[in-house]
């Protein structure tokens, strides 16, 4: 079992491989909410084309942080701990930074409920990061 | 409305905090929207419109005065414009103000720091703290790094450690994604 953190975390079925985590390429949607398909890495409908598609398997298994790799998404792999942290799509950051969108979230209140910025559409909202330290 | 995201590890850390306070607050332990909006400091507020539009990008600014004596900024200007935004629409002159992206390195901080509290609150304080350090050379002026991590490595976020970072900080020319402090009120 190998933890998966990108906004939250997940642990998927993987074989650790020196640091390479390895799962079976079924389990990819769980992992990553993407899945390979002939056209390349998709999800909804949105699909990213794969130039090398053998980079991405050691054997019948996925590479994980080669997948995250063609995502144009960094990794870093802690295979003694058990634990993969993939970056955000950076395209959703400069998306904020160049064309002013708000990027979505959701996140927990502090009783465990989650909630999307999209509930506040319609309101002028300030966003007020804040913290204990 | 005001919208709450505290970048901290646990809610109770948060709950002092957040005493008779009536905008929701939502906790992002992950530090994800300090990654999608490329936030490197708190507090940091941005203006959002109804259409989910970015207004005023990342900004430093105060609710109140009680840190005024150390920032040197002052909140009723920051105040005054939202007031102006909310009742006529204004916009701010620092309303198309860019925000620098953040670097490669600040992004993979973000990950080491992941991977180090996960580490952590899994009970292995020395895989966390090979991961918080590793965090904390990649982005070494991210206060939502190397400030955030200190709590989570016994060290006071008040106390020496937050001193060193402050000079290093100041050296390096008080980097920050977004409008500066001193141009809260702009």
């Known amino acids: 079992m190998v933890t998966v953190i990108t906004d939250a975390e997940r642990d998927v079925e993987a074989v650790l491989d020196g640091e390479h985590v390895l799962i079976d390429p079924t389990t990819l949607p769980d992992a990553l909410g993407w899945e390979l398909k002939p056209e390349g890495l998709c999800r909804e409908d949105v699909c990213v084309p794969v130039r090398d598609r053998a980079a991405l398997f050691v054997g019948e298994r996925l590479d994980l942080a080669a997948v995250t790799a063609a995502l144009h998404r960094p990794s870093v792999v802690d295979a003694g701990a058990g634990v993969i942290a993939v970056a955000l799509p950076s395209e959703e950051r400069r998306r904020a930074l160049h064309d002013r969108q708000a990027p979505p979230f959701t996140l927990p209140d502090l009783d465990g409920v989650p909630h999307s910025l999209d509930e506040w559409r319609g309101r002028k909202k300030l966003l007020f990061a804040f913290s204990s330290w | ?186």
């Open chain 2, 1 to 186: 409305m005001v919208i709450g995201i505290a970048i901290d590890e646990s809610v109770d850390d948060v709950r002092p905090w957040t005493d008779g306070i009536e905008f929701p607050v939502l906790i992002d332990q992950q530090h994800t929207v300090s990654e999608l909006y490329a936030i490197s400091n708190v507090p940091t507020v941005i203006w959002i419109d109804e259409d989910n539009r970015i207004v005023r990008p990342n900004g430093v600014a105060f609710g109140t005065d009680t840190v005024t004596a150390f920032t040197g900024i002052e909140s009723k200007p920051h105040l005054d414009l939202i007031r102006d935004w909310v009742r006529n629409g204004a916009m701010p002159e620092t309303a198309n103000a860019a925000v620098e992206d953040l670097s490669d390195d600040e992004v993979l901080a973000r990950l080491h720091f992941r991977v180090a509290a996960h580490a952590r609150r899994a009970g292995d304080t020395e895989t966390a703290a090979k991961h918080f350090a590793r965090a904390g050379e990649l982005a070494p002026h991210d206060w939502t790094i190397r400030r955030a991590a200190m709590p989570l490595t016994g060290e006071d976020p008040f106390g020496e450690a937050f001193f060193v970072m402050y000079q290093e900080w100041e050296e390096a020319g008080r980097p920050y994604h977004g409008i500066p402090g001193e141009q809260a009120g702009v």
